[in-house]
C-alpha cells in the first residue's frame, strides 16, 4: 500500500560528480564518481521509493553536481518552506534553483538571513513521535539557526552539536523514525546533545548504532511506510529494525558516498506536518 499523502523530491544525477572537496568523504575522490554507475544506482533508489509514495523531480543543473542532494535544497512544514544558505561557496549557486522550485510549487518563501548558514532537512529533521525539531549544527548550519527557526516555525527545536567533521550533517548521524524511534550514532555528537537526545527519545526508542554502521550511512536513512532505505546497515542493525516493525531496504549508494551522500541526501520530504 502506497502513502498517498507523502511527497518526495528528488533530483536526478544527470550532473553530479566530485569536482570539489567540502568534507572528508570527498578528499581523494575529486572525478572519481562514475556517472552511469550513480545514475543506476540513483534510479534504483528512485524506484522503490516510487512504489512507496509519489516522487517529484527538480531539473537538474549542470555546474551543481550537489544540487542531486535535494535534502539540501531547504526545509519544509505545511506550505512553508526556508531555502537554504549554503556555507560553502560551491553549494551557493544552487540556492536560486531551490528558490525557483519552491516558489513554482506554490510554497509560502519564509525569509531567512542571508549570513546565517542554513542547510535545510540536511540539518533539520522532524522528529516521528512527537512535536519536535531535531537541529545540528558545529559544521554546516549556523549555532543561532536553531533557536531561529523555533521563532519562525513555531516548533520546538532541540539544538544538536556534531563533533565528528565525517558527520556534518545532522541527516548524516541521526534518523527519526515513525513511532519516535531514532536511530543515531553517538560518537558524532557532543556530551551535552547526547544527553539531550537521551532527555528527548525514552530508551526503548534509541537506536544507537557503532561506527561500523555509521560509516556506511545507516543513519543516512528515509523512512516510508515504514521502509527504511539506506546505503548499508550490518545484519545486526538490520534484524533490530524488523524486529521493530520496520524493513530496511538496503540500497547501494557508492557514487553518491563519495561525494558524502547516501539515500536520505537524495530526497526532501514534501508533506511534513
Ligand atoms: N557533497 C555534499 C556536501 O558536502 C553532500 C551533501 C549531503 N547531503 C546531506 N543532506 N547530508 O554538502
Not at 19 to 47: C, F
Request: a negative charge; charged letters at 20%.
Amino acid at each position: 500500500m502506497t502513502d498517498k499523502t507523502q511527497k518526495i523530491l528528488m533530483c536526478p544525477p544527470d550532473h553530479f560528480g566530485v569536482n570539489y572537496v567540502i568534507n572528508p568523504w570527498m578528499e581523494g575522490q575529486i572525478g572519481t564518481a562514475d556517472l552511469s554507475y550513480a545514475k543506476r544506482q540513483w534510479q534504483t533508489l528512485h524506484d522503490f521509493i516510487a512504489r512507496q509514495c509519489e516522487v517529484v523531480l527538480q531539473p537538474p543543473q549542470s555546474g551543481l553536481p550537489d544540487l542531486v542532494f535535494t535534502a539540501n535544497a531547504g526545509l519544509v512544514l505545511g506550505n512553508k518552506a526556508i531555502v537554504s544558505r549554503f556555507r560553502n561557496t560551491q553549494r551557493q549557486g544552487e540556492e536560486a534553483h531551490d528558490r525557483a522550485w519552491f516558489a513554482a510549487n506554490n510554497f509560502d518563501i519564509l525569509d531567512w538571513p542571508s549570513d546565517v548558514p542554513f542547510e535545510g532537512a540536511g540539518d533539520a529533521l522532524f522528529d516521528r513521535g512527537q512535536d519536535l525539531l531535531w537541529v545540528g549544527q558545529g559544521f554546516r548550519s549556523d549555532p543561532t539557526a536553531p533557536a531561529l527557526l523555533e521563532k519562525m516555525l513555531g516548533r520546538k527545536t532541540v539544538a544538536l552539536t556534531l563533533i565528528d567533521p565525517r558527520f556534518y550533517h545532522l541527516d548524516t548521524c541521526l534518523c527519526p523514525l515513525q513511532d519516535g524511534f531514532v536511530i543515531y550514532y553517538p560518537a558524532a555528537f557532543d556530551e551535552i546533545s547526547r544527553a539531550a537526545i537521551e532527555a528527548h527519545v525514552p530508551a526503548d526508542k534509541r537506536i544507537p548504532v557503532g561506527e561500523n554502521d555509521a560509516t556506511q550511512f545507516c543513519c543516512n536513512a528515509v523512512d516510508i511506510n515504514r521502509h527504511v532505505f539506506l546505503n548499508g546497515a550490518s545484519t545486526d542493525l538490520q534484524d533490530d529494525l524488523r524486529n521493530r516493525g520496520f524493513t530496511p531496504m538496503v540500497i547501494g549508494l557508492s557514487e553518491f558516498m563519495k561525494a558524502g551522500g547516501g539515500a536520505k541526501c537524495l530526497t526532501l520530504k514534501l508533506v511534513e506536518a
